[in-house]
Structures are given as C-alpha cells and as structure tokens.
C-alpha cells in the first residue's frame, strides 16, 4: 500500500465541458487518508465536493492527477476492473440517496449483496443488521417511494454498510437527519474506522458533524486545504 495510505491522492483536477465551455471544478487536490481515519471533506455549495467523492468512489475519472486505492492504480484499471473493485471496497452513499425505486428497503439492500456474491442464506440477517444500525428494521418490507427523506438517507447509508467496505464514501449522509439519527450515523462510522484497514470520508455542511471526524479538509476554488 503507497505508504500505508488507503486512499492517496495526487494533483487531482476534474475539468467539465459543458458545450458551451470548460468548468475547472477541481484544480489542485492532494490528499492521503490513513487507516482509522475518518475525514470531512467541506466547502460551499458547488465548490466540488461531490465531484471529488464520485472520483474517489472510481463513477468518475479526474482529468488529471494519480489516484491510488488500497495501492492500487486504480485510474489505470479499465471499467469493469474498476467496478469490480469498487465493489469489493468501497462503499458509498450518494447525495440524492439514488435508491431503486418500485423497489422495497430489503430489495435496495439486497442488490449490492448479490452483486457481491453473498450467499441467498446469509443475506437476511447481513440486511437486517444493517437496517438496526440505522433505527429502520421495522421499514425493512417497505417499498423505498413511501419513504420520508430521512428514511430514504438512511436506507442509503444501511446499503452503503451492508457489503463492510473498507472505504465508506458519504456525500452529505446526513442532510436530512434530525440530530440523534445524524448522531447515531457519525457513531457507526467512529465504529468502522476503529476496524483493522477502514476509513471514512464525510462531506457535510454541519461543522458539528465535522466535529466528529479525526480531520477536516475544505474545498475552496478548486484546491482543497487541511483544516
Ligand atoms: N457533469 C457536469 N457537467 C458540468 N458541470 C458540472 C457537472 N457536474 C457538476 N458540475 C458543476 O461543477 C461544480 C461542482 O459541483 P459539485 O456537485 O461537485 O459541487 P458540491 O460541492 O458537491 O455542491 P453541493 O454542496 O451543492 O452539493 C458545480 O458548479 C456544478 O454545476
Ligand atoms: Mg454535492
């Protein structure tokens, strides 16, 4: 593993064309996280946060800079190696939640384990324990568009824990939780981290949520500063 990092980072830049020009969203990004870490990654609206983590998370491919996975060049990697080891590694919970809809809470937590391999046996108790560490056992049969937000958020995170990947990647897990549930999420993840080779990345806009996490990063003009 580069130096023992889990996730390492190099002159990162991801610059958009949108038809009508180029948006440099991310010019300058460097950045190691170590095992046990739990990072926040913060910055105004726009300023790149999600495009970072989707890059992170091996959905989108930066236009310059390295990137390595667990040692792995994973930039080097075609797609499907990539989505193979996205698979085996790492877990993410999208902004928008992003869950299969005309589908129930089991069913969206369900996927990402048969994807995995997980045998039909095992799967019921690995999505129940995922659902209880997210207070939603009692949602399990529920179809994911009767949802409240708040539940939709948490069913999102249950699917990101239910495979224990070595990363979680959390884009504003929660933004749409009350303060005891946000609490109980940022629990989880202390917990993770303190396994042997996981870490956590964050992105929040609620310093008290950053006040849980081991650091802080912030992404201001496309380069993203510690602290
Ligand atoms: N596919 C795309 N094509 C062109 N521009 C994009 C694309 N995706 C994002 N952008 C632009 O890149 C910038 C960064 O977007 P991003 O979603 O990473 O911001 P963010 O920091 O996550 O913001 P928020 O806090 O609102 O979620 C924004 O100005 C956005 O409009
Ligand atoms: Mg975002």
Redesign the pocket.
Known sequence: MANGALISVSNLAKI?A?GVGT?P?LQKVNLKIFPGEMVAVM??????????LFILGLFLHPTRGSYHLAGEDVLKLDRTAQAEFRRRRVGFVF?SCDLLENSTVYENLEFPLIYAGVDRRERPARILAALEQVNLEHRIHHASNHLSGGERQRVAVARALVNQPQVILAD?PTGQLDRSHSHLIMDHFAEIVKKAETAVVV?T?DPEIAGRCTRVCS?DDGILYEG
Do not use: A, F, M, R
């Open positions: 958009y949108n948006i969203v910055g105004p609206s726009g300023s790149g946060k999600s495009t970072l902004q504003e992105v806009h992404l």
